[in-house]
């Protein structure tokens, strides 16, 4: 769905820009029961070419291994997505259930889900870790819950006009040119998170969500607030924190009672501190810019 | 409550801050000594403040205030350096407190 929402490019520009020809999609797809059996089993088998394999979904191996518990034109998905990765010449993975299983995998994991090639963080996944499609590349993994959808049509177009190997990956297998920059990365907040001037409520103007609210922006890679959505906004531009989402630890980050949307503190300091910053350089850093901030800062100074 | 948040009264928040200073060093009985140290302690507070009467003695008392900083595990714990000090109004904006404040004052919800 996430998909259908892209603008740069957009789906239809796939299409007609960039000649993608769209095999078949949830939604958009033409066949139907045996004849999508059929053009399945033709990209499997190779009768039919599969340039790139985008998949969107956990992949459930319950019961025992069999994935019985989703069923997908005649058998088990995961015997599907086996088959069609083998054939293709990219396998694309969107979202946080097909990146790293997503919320089906969080513990107890009941339905013993998976991702494409990640378990969360750790490597392996439905076609394990020496996985390689026919470009050579491993599974492309473009996290997110949802993903942003011209995340997903920008690397399509890339692979299509034959530029993959310009797709640099991070040590996740997400594109760099995406995932390398924070959430944090063009808030509009960043100069009360900078001051030190902290937002206590949802959807107040005024103040950084990161003190409060347990905003991960300041950890989370994302180009959240540089592609906005609907190109319009963002989360911690609405005054919402940042969840995580495009992390493997995703939605493992507060999920106790009473701690959601709640910055978890250790004597008072943050628990999970921005990356790359120490307790002793946060705290110094706190009480400099706290005695330096400026009266506007505690302002709501956005008019309209 | 503060009716609009962002527009303080300096007189009468000062005003309000010296009745907060008597109270103080007047004896007010507070629970300054239960540092909230983990997230669980801090809810359990803010819990209680939240299910109170709302009168200033009572969100005082329950947030543990000090008329000076209290220094716990080398830190020192002042309004001053806390995230809900606002430093111009000299305000405490954790809804649940909502007080005008002094910089050398301490509770013992703090958070940097």
């Known amino acids: 769905m996430s998909f259908l929402n892209a603008e740069e490019p957009s789906a239809c520009d796939l299409v007609t820009d960039f000649g993608i020809d769209i095999l078949w999609h949830p939604s958009l797809g033409m066949e139907l029961g045996d004849n999508l059996i059929q053009l399945l089993e033709d990209c499997a088998t190779g009768r039919k070419p599969l340039d790139i394999l985008v998949f969107e979904g956990t992949i459930v191996n319950a019961p025992n291994g069999t994935g019985e518990w989703n069923r997908f034109a005649g058998r088990p998905m995961k015997d599907w997505v086996k088959d069609l990765a083998a054939a293709a010449g990219h396998v694309v993975a969107i979202g946080d259930c097909a990146t790293w299983g997503g919320i089906p995998a969080t513990a107890p994991n009941p339905t013993d889900s998976e991702g494409l090639q990640y378990l969360k963080r750790r490597r392996g996944g439905l076609l394990g870790p020496a996985f390689q499609a026919k470009s050579g590349l491993p599974v492309i993994n473009i996290p997110g819950c949802p993903a942003h959808p011209d995340w997903v049509t920008q690397i399509l177009v890339a692979v299509a006009t034959g530029r993959s190997g310009e797709i640099a990956l991070d040590d996740l297998q997400r594109p760099k040119t995406f995932f390398t920059t924070y959430t944090q990365t063009g808030c509009t907040r960043n100069m009360h998170f900078a001051y030190k001037v ?42 919402m924190p940042c969840i995580g989402c495009t992390e493997p630890e995703f939605p493992f980050f507060d999920l106790a009672p009473g701690s959601v949307f709640k910055t978890q503190t250790v004597m008072g300091v943050p628990r999970d501190l921005p990356d790359g910053v120490e307790k002793n350089g946060y705290m110094k850093m706190t009480v400099a810019a706290k005695s330096a901030s400026p009266a506007w800062a505690e302002e709501d100074i956005f008019v309209i | 409550m503060n009716p609009h948040p962002g527009v303080h009264r300096q007189d009468s928040d000062e005003a309000t801050r010296d009745n907060i200073a008597r109270i103080l060093s007047g004896g007010l009985e507070t629970e300054w000594q239960t540092r909230a140290d983990d997230s669980e302690r801090f809810q359990a507070i803010v819990k209680a403040i939240r299910a109170s009467d709302g009168e200033l003695t009572t969100k005082l008392r329950l947030a543990g205030f000090t008329d000076h900083p209290i220094t716990h595990f080398d830190l020192e714990q002042s309004c001053e350096t806390c995230m809900y000090f606002q430093l111009h109004h000299g305000w405490c904006v954790l809804p649940e407190l909502d007080l005008p404040v002094r910089p050398e004052w301490s509770c013992n919800v703090w958070r940097i």
């Open chain 1, 198 to 239: 902290s937002a206590t409520e949802f959807g107040q103007r005024r103040g950084c969500l990161f003190y409060d609210l347990g905003c991960r922006g300041p950890m989370t890679h994302s180009p959240c607030n540089r592609i906005l959505w609907n190109r319009q906004s963002s989360k911690t531009r609405a005054g």
